[in-house]
């Protein structure tokens, strides 16, 4: 469609022109006439006579207030249409540390449908993806992002009206970065700085001055997080036991003053102050107690991000904002994705847990959401399956009630998809014997595929459950949704190619250990043709998951999921000669099938309503893959 806009154009043009693909626009003096206004309050999109006119206050609101007048254009002709945002930003956090790295263009590309979407605030989370000019092998060989790379980034976001911020970690979550050499002096436990010493300092003012360079905000998320150790490794040796509130408040007094000095703003997660303050050590505890001086010795510039994916019920979200404005400070809320630690999404529990905590946040007047896009064990699962959730924020973020049917016109514009086609994927882990929306997130697709035949470590956990037609069924609904969206045609293949291997693999292990046991050799002669068959669709599969990666990702981390791949298969070849030779009589057994099966519990049991969920290493092997 041709638009001439006018009006005051000047600070969205150039945005504009970017998402004239996405928005399948001309720019154009002889276009349909669309005029535009700013000024403070609501969005407003109107058609009348033969003329378009669009009211807003901020940029990004342009970007989404343009989106809705053409979506309703195409269906209804005249209209009048407004919408009042409920959060000053909202928009996502975008795990670059875990394998996956976003190439540029992606990133852009991603930010153009953030921009259709209306949202307006981009991190990217970089543990040690980003070049520190002093430390060489920080980032080595990781897919690091360069300077000019993120600067790249930063002006399209910035002509989009999204603000990019920087997120980094100063204290835990730093095994990559602490694994060389360079880093002896400055490393307390294997993933936590060593605080209190004056190299480690160096090093941090070195971080937070290279991550912020690139970008215009004078906004920093400094991390913080998840810091279970502290003061219990190498500075325990070196100081003696001290409280740990004091060592993080002293170690955040400082990474703060560097940070401010570089005229930054931080942000860090509040998680250890209530794990500090919790008798067990948890984040969610509703009888955690922070001492007094220990909330007055948080930096007060200092905004707390409060993040929670895993509570169904909106009271709980209250009770821990109210929890966070006891301490103080300026609240963010981070929910998540649930994209991780699996080969699929988890929509289910991304749902719920989205619908509880925003509803929650809009009663509670909070200013700023994200959410999440962690890429926990190696990032299978690829980054796009994330969209239907990142337009659920979109929508809550300009409407108080957000119904499915809403969610799906708005989905189906902002990104070209069927959102009932990719809830599908939401059925490779939501399968037979786990609880309807997988809150317990069970990873079925996950362990199925990396498991070993022959030791069958989970195949207690799937008796009886008839895996192989739940994903059977599958196959030709993962076929259909291919068809039906263009944009995601190699996502589709992708999963479509999982659910035809977990169709024969999920309960394969558990026929060949029948056959054994029973010396019916003329079945095992029949499985025996079906794992031979299985090596050619896992390569496929391993294909198919290399495209969709190279499409997304730069190759650095790649390896790691291809060693898996090459593992299965290695473990598949073995199998296919095992079970030849004890048919042929050239071995009077299989020790591996020999072993009873046990239900895999792992090291905190299997919970209500799951099968099981586990990283890599707890799937392939009883044993240690670190030996």
Sequence with gaps: ?????????????????????????????????????????????????????????????????????????????????TEQPHFQTSGIMLDVSRNAVLKVDEVQGLLRKLAVMGLNVVMLYTEDTYEVPEYPYFGYMRGRYTEDELKICDEYADALGIEMIPCIQTLAHLTMALKWGYAQEIRDTADILLVGESKTYHFIESMIKAASKPFRSNRIHLGM?????????????????ENRFDIMNKHLDKVVSIAEAQGLNPMIWS?????????????YDNDVHIPKEAIESIPENVQLVYWDYYHADEEFYTSYLQKHKELGRNTLFAGGAWTWNGISPNYGRAFVTTEAAL????????????????GDNGAETPLTSALPVIQLYAEHTYHEIVTKEHLAQRFQFCTGGILEDYLILNQLDETPGVMKNNLNSSNASKFLLWQDLLIGLFDENIRGLQMNEHYQKLVPQLKAAKERNPNAVQLFEFYEQVAKVLSVKAELGIQLKQAYDRSDKESMSDLLELVKGMINEVRLLHSKHRDVWFSLYKPFGWEIIEFRYGGLLARLETTQIRIQQWLEGKIDRIEELEEKRLLHDGPNGILEGSLGNHFYHRIATAGNLNW
């Excluded at 693909?21 to 006439?33: A, F, M, Q, S, T």
């Excluded at 989404?64 to 002709?77: F, P, T």
């Excluded at 509803?359 to 962690?374: I, M, N, Q, R, S």
């Design 359 to 374: 509803t929650a946040c809009k009663k509670d007047g909070l200013e700023e959401v994200f959410t999440t896009l962690w």
């Design 225 to 241: 997080d998840e810091a279970h150790q502290l003061g219990l490794g190498r500075y325990l040796d070196l100081h003696g036991y």
């Design 271 to 283: 998680d250890m102050y209530f794990r500090l303050g919790s008798k067990h050590g948890g984040y």
């Design 1 to 81: 469609m041709k638009i001439n806009v006018m009006g005051e154009t000047n600070s969205i043009l150039k945005g504009l022109e970017f998402l004239t693909d996405e928005l399948n626009i001309e720019l154009h003096e002889n276009g349909y006439p669309i005029t535009v206004t700013q000024r403070v309050g609501p969005i407003q999109v109107l058609n009348k006579d033969g003329k378009g006119e669009i009211f807003y206050q901020e940029k990004i609101h342009f970007y989404r207030a343009i989106g809705v007048w053409l979506e309703n254009y195409q269906k209804n002709g005249e209209f009048e249409l």
